[in-house]
């Protein structure tokens, strides 16, 4: 068995684009491990470290051989009445196939004859020699490049002048090292080596050679100022932003993308303290820190209260014994982006939401929807009916003066620059104008949440306008058959039915959703029966989704949401009763006895009324679960309606003798049609009080 050594793979680039660059060393390493695993040169147990920095693609994989094992072949000739005549030898066929596959006559005695499906087959047993680690990894090196997520494709000459490559970013070398060895592949018109390069401008050696595999990350990191490896420069920076911050009695602002962002940045990370003007800070502080962020990927500091200072953090990729040039030259460069916002802030409240409503008619929310000022309208509406449900005529008229305002900031100078602020600068250019909180808490939550986890609308108002917001996107958008397929959602509307969802249910607001559907799709007009059973079937998938990702087992939120309850607000405590009846000994016989009434009530050719006569009932057993009916049911009844849901169903476990008793005993398809009809009336009667918390047949094995 061959030898295993530590292998190490480097592309050595320039710079890559920051945003992709985590997701293609991602890519690279588990590129090149697969391709080592398939060929037999590594396995399960190698692990593999992928390395990226912004010059450089790069996996440390261990245990890998020099040559994979040799392997056991048997392949398939062809059916032996073709490969062999009447005495044995071999056919002209059979001669002709052994060639192509570099063999003679000689092996046919050792074919092996074995069945094929209904024929017997030829097939010759060997033995094919492992490959070689040059062999495997150059495969493995081609597949994984050819697959990476690239985002942008570029194309360059080499040196000779003539040849052409396609590639993210030119590249300029390539290291292959099994333990201190060379391995001879080649990639993007370069030859595998072992030198490296380090930091642009604070390398201690230029060029890196590296000693081996295992001294790939140290040599870097000491010679060529480098720290190679993804998540570690994440850590380092991590390290740094929080020293920093806690020396100050700051906190840096918590961003996950924007940190991956800055780690692919830099190479040798080194954290300074940077301040701007406090005049600045009259400017809402979400355009200050969106600014900082977006534009000069800078680490705005906070304090306790979660305000933002004047202080701010810069990772620099170069580490001078005298920082202060560095740190000037950032706080002048950040200088005109926060007078920029400033003078839009200023400029903006020269004119009053109130005043840009009219503009909103010129701009094209969708070709087949109108402008942004008939949406707004129709949303408008919708959130008036809301309001009136949720609060009353006073409620209805705050949410109908929020909704009417809520896209005005989509025409300020300030939500032109940077759209992530809509809604935000809606709520403090509101204030300015002199609304409510109410309505500037409103204008600001209305497209919450935003992703998820985010957090849900504040008040009642914003509520009402954040329903209707999502609710017209969704009415408008089924309507003209602009629905999700498969993994496109253009229009994020799975991202709009869960924020419904979630403001239904985590907010215990007592709507009824189809009242909602048939609210939306009104203010489009009529005729969009077919489009609004398309929306419910929608967002029931989505409602199925969301409840199995909050961890209610599959059957039980199916039961639940197979009856259709019209509150969702309602669905946890449904489940939560689901769950304590299963639990119930009775449980299992009761959901089978449920679905068998089910199917036995399907096949009734006339429709069964839940109605049964007593003097009708013969049997001992039909007498029984009447009267237990009788008793049950009004209990069970009363229990529901004060939404005891769990014990509406516990109600129902003293159902469980008398209705195995009369499926032991009483034939319910009697010839006597009187009897069966009354039969069918009782088990009708017994559906109808079992299945109004959740469908409960859905819980039978």
Not at 223 to 235: C, D, K, L, N, T
Request: with cysteine; aromatic share 6%; proline share 6%.
């Amino acid at each position: 068995m061959s030898t295993t050594k530590n292998l190490l793979v480097e592309l050595f680039v320039e710079e890559l684009p920051p945003k992709a660059l985590k997701k293609l060393g991602e890519a690279f390493a588990e590129g090149i491990a697969k391709g080592l695993r398939s060929a037999g040169l590594a396995t399960d147990r190698s692990a593999a470290t992928p390395y990226a920095s912004p010059r450089r693609l790069a996996v440390h994989v261990s245990a890998v051989a020099a040559q994979a094992a040799d392997k056991a072949v048997s392949t398939k000739l062809m059916p032996a009445t073709v490969g062999l005549a009447a005495d044995g030898s071999p056919t002209p066929a059979l001669l002709k196939k052994l060639a192509a596959l570099g063999a003679d006559a000689s092996v046919v005695p050792a074919l092996q004859r074995r069945p094929d499906g209904k024929a017997e087959a030829l097939f010759l047993d060997s033995t094919a020699q492992g490959v070689t680690l040059a062999e495997g990894l150059q495969k493995a090196l081609d597949d994984a490049l050819a697959a990476l997520p690239i985002p942008k494709v570029m194309q360059y000459q080499l040196g000779d002048g003539w040849s052409s490559v396609h590639f993210v970013r030119p590249a300029h070398g390539l290291v292959a090292l099994h333990g201190a060895e060379v391995v001879p592949v080649k990639a993007l018109g370069l030859v595998a080596g072992r030198t490296t390069r380090g930091h642009r401008f604070e390398a201690q050696v230029d060029p890196v050679v590296l000693q081996d595999a295992d001294h790939y990350a140290r040599q870097l990191e000491e010679q060529g100022a480098v720290i190679a490896s993804f998540a570690a420069r994440r850590s380092e920076i991590q390290r740094q932003l929080r020293h920093a911050g806690e020396s100050l009695g700051l906190a840096p602002i918590d961003d996950d993308a924007l940190l991956d962002e800055v780690t692919a940045l830099v190479e040798r990370p080194n954290v300074l303290l940077a301040q701007f003007e406090p005049e600045f800070l009259a400017v809402p502080q979400e355009c200050l820190i969106l600014t900082m962020k977006a534009n000069q990927k800078y680490f705005p500091l906070l304090d306790a209260n979660g305000r933002l200072t004047h202080r701010f953090l810069v990772v620099s990729n170069i580490r001078p014994a005298d920082a202060s040039r560095v740190v000037g030259g950032n706080e002048r460069v950040v200088r005109p982006r926060l007078a920029d916002a400033k003078f839009f802030f200023d400029q903006d409240r020269k004119r009053p939401l109130a005043a840009r409503i009219d503009g909103l008619g010129k701009v094209v929310y969708h070709a087949k929807l109108g402008s942004m000022g008939e949406r707004v309208m129709r949303v408008r509406e919708i959130a008036r009916e809301i309001g009136g449900l949720l609060g009353g005529p006073a409620l209805a008229a705050s949410a109908d003066q929020a909704a009417h305002l809520a896209k005005a900031d989509l025409l300020t100078d300030m939500v032109g620059e940077f759209p992530e602020l809509q809604g935000i600068m809606g709520g403090y250019y509101a204030r300015h104008d002199g609304e409510s909180e109410e309505i500037a808490f409103a204008i600001e939550d209305h497209y919450k949440p935003r992703f998820a986890g985010d957090a849900l609308p504040r008040n009642p108002t914003g509520l009402a306008v954040a329903l209707a917001d999502k609710l017209e996107t969704l009415a408008g958008l089924f309507g003209i058959g602009q629905v999700p397929t498969g993994d496109k959602d253009p229009f994020a509307l799975r991202r709009h039915a869960l924020g419904l969802i979630r403001m239904l249910i985590e907010r215990q607001l007592p709507l009824e959703l189809p009242h909602l559907v048939a609210a939306a799709f009104k203010a489009f007009g009529p005729q969009h029966g077919q489009a609004q059973a398309e929306l419910g079937y929608f967002l029931r998938e989505r409602l199925v989704g969301w409840l199995r990702e909050a961890g209610y087992h599959a059957q039980e939120v199916e039961a639940v949401v197979e009856v259709h309850p019209a509150r969702w607000a309602e669905i946890p405590k449904r489940l939560d009763a689901v769950r304590a009846f299963r639990a119930l000994p009775e449980s299992a016989s009761l959901a089978a006895a449920n679905k068998r009434v089910g199917n036995i009530l399907k096949k009734s050719e006339e429709k069964v009324a839940p109605v049964a006569e007593a003097a009708l009932l013969h049997e001992p057993a039909e007498r029984a679960l009447h009267a237990a009916l009788a008793e049950v049911a009004p209990r069970s009844e009363a229990a529901f309606e004060r939404g005891d849901y769990t014990g509406s169903l516990q109600q129902l476990a003293v159902l469980k003798a008398p209705v195995d008793a009369f499926f032991d005993s009483v034939l319910v398809n009697a010839e006597d049609p009187r009897l069966r009809a009354n039969r069918l009336g009782l088990l009708a009667q017994l559906h109808a009080a079992m299945n109004r918390v959740a469908d409960l047949s859905r819980l039978a094995a």
